[in-house]
């Protein structure tokens, strides 16, 4: 959602820190706070990606597991 607003104070800005929590910091601070929010983002969404790699290599693993048999069960009908 977009809200236009004016800032009477520009030297310090409130943030959403989570779970309805607000905290007021100046610009340097918020800008800190941000950079560090978007790297612990970044580093969790690697792991994610790597972990859905890793659990898509296993499943296609068991799916050819489960052909072979099936296609051994099939010959020896």
Known sequence: MYVPGRLHETDKVMIDVGTGYYVEKDIEMAKD?????????????EKIQYLGLEKSKIRDAIVEIAEMKLAAQQQQS
Do not use: A, G, L
């Open 33 to 45: 706070y941000f950079q560090r929010k978007i790297k612990f983002v970044t580093e969790q969404m």
